[in-house]
């Protein structure tokens, strides 16, 4: 049995079959736990021998990584995203990391586009994740929620998975710059839009110091402008991203509003809305 345990959360409609023939593609040993956390009305009736399924129901993306890792055995855990899968030597690579350091607070990688990912799925990967695309910008202060590995006593000092909050009990994960994850994930934009309003708010509600009302308007009122000018500074980095960071522009400037809408609403509430919608 590998060392090293799969968790994997996924929100709506997937496949268990087409997630675990990417798997196998990716070089993952046959031995590997694999733990997938899913919704109910989506979870397989049979699903292939090399995955085990847990269904969960009315839970979000971060209850849902949860209940995976809670299933696993194994002394490190791959926190992992069903359209943000690992790519040809994604395993040898982390496990090389296990065996020769084994660093306490674990490691993390990086996250590009899948080789097939359509044009409209590139705003999402953009916005979330250009950030983590190689070569990684010196003094990165954010790691990836997708492609993270812990170490079993990490994961049992937090009640729960967060990444954010791991952070902010001083989480340092070491990179692994060849460990790459794919990001592939369906995109449409009026329910991204409702996406980022919800994250947005759940982030401002639970933002520690909290921020007054007097400084939230001004801010909100900022933050479309400033957030897209950093995904295209990002984007601008890597030659290959340009093209596609600029003709997405206008789709990623009304995303990030909507962010910046739903911050604002959790500045003014103080609520962080539906957290089983999350994803």
Known sequence: ?????????????????????????????????????????????APPPSLSVHALSGS?????????????????????????????????AMERAIEQEGWPDGYWGPVEPDPYITPGSMVGYLTEYCQ?????ETGLKEIPGSNLILSRGRIDDSA??????????????KYVADAVIQYARPFALGDYCR?????????????IPRVGLVRALPLSLMLPLVRTARVLRHAWRHKELRGTGLVSLPA?????TCWSFGELTGYVTRRPGELSRLD
């Open 195 to 207: 996406r980022r309003f919800r994250h947005g708010r759940a982030y401002a509600a639970s933002r």
């Open 252 to 256: 990623i400037f009304v995303a990030e």
């Open 60 to 92: 979000s993306l971060f209850d849902l990584w949860s209940a995976a890792i809670e299933k696993s055995r194994g002394p490190w855990v791959a926190i992992l995203h069903a359209d943000a899968l690992p790519a040809a030597g994604w395993f040898s």
């Open 160 to 173: 729960g998975f967060s990444k954010t909050r791991l952070l902010q009990q001083g989480l340092s994960p």
């Open 1 to 45: 049995m590998s060392c090293l345990a799969l968790a994997i959360a996924v929100r709506g409609e997937w496949s268990s079959d087409r997630l675990a023939k990417k798997l196998k593609s990716a070089g993952i040993p046959t031995d590997t736990e694999i733990h997938v956390a899913c919704d109910p009305e989506f979870a397989p009736d």
């Open 132 to 136: 983590f695309h190689r070569p990684i």
